[in-house]
């Protein structure tokens, strides 16, 4: 599976949106982006994936760029609650499913 | 909405012993799943399980982890004999096709003293 790569960190405002970037230009034909994220210590929670169309689903929408080597996680109206770390995670649903974890993005929604 | 569920969740043992970590998993789902976070790192893969079967596996997962579904509803996650580094949160996940999301419990913390 392709290496990706996040900003370690990013602040918010509540009410804004918030833009999460992730890097993966290794990525191949077949390779999903994935976003997860983890609220403190509690089990990762799935919140959007696509393969190189925009997707929007109630939590947020997921834009790729046109030759699939980066991505961008959009929270529109960002809470206190989306306060977590975010993963995105390339992955080849065709041969595994294993989920690699990297060290995310640790967003932080400030009043 | 249907969830994932950890029994315990919290789970105190002396090295050496041997610990057993529950799931139940959503009730259509196919595809189970063990992760294990180490305080303040990475969440990492341990093992996939699909089929009653061991479909991928990470060198973590050694010969003293083993994974089942016993009565074909819970799975669980054994530990034969523990050691101090085994202590860690470990969170199941499941899902319904290999391709879909994955939905994850709320993790056992296993201390190992």
């Known amino acids: 599976d392709a290496k990706t790569t996040q900003p370690p960190s990013m602040d918010c405002a509540e009410g804004r949106a918030a833009n999460l970037p992730c890097n993966h230009s290794t990525i191949s034909g077949n390779e999903y982006v994935y976003w997860y994220r983890q609220i403190h210590s509690q089990g990762p929670q799935y919140i959007i994936h696509g393969l190189k169309n925009n997707e929007t689903n109630e939590m947020a929408s997921l834009i790729i760029t046109e030759d699939r080597k980066s991505s961008t996680l959009i929270l529109p109206h960002a809470t206190l609650r989306d306060t977590a770390v975010y993963y995105c995670i390339v992955l080849n649903t065709g041969t595994a499913s294993k989920l690699t974890f990297g060290t995310g993005t640790r967003l932080q929604v400030t009043l | 909405e249907p969830e994932v569920t950890q029994t315990p969740s919290h789970q105190v043992t002396q090295m050496g012993q041997e610990v057993i970590l529950r799931c139940v998993p959503i009730?259509?789902?196919?595809?189970f799943y063990w992760y294990r976070q180490i305080l303040g790192q990475k969440v990492e893969f341990l093992v996939s399980f699909y089929n009653n079967e061991i479909s991928e596996k990470s060198e973590i997962f050694d010969d003293q982890f083993s994974v089942e579904r016993p009565d074909g509803s819970n799975f669980t996650l054994k530990i034969r004999s523990t050691k101090l580094e085994d202590s860690a949160m470990y969170f199941c996940a499941t899902g319904l096709a290999v391709s879909d999301e994955q939905f994850f419990g709320p993790g056992t913390r296993l201390t190992v003293l």
């Open positions: 009730s259509n789902h196919l595809y």
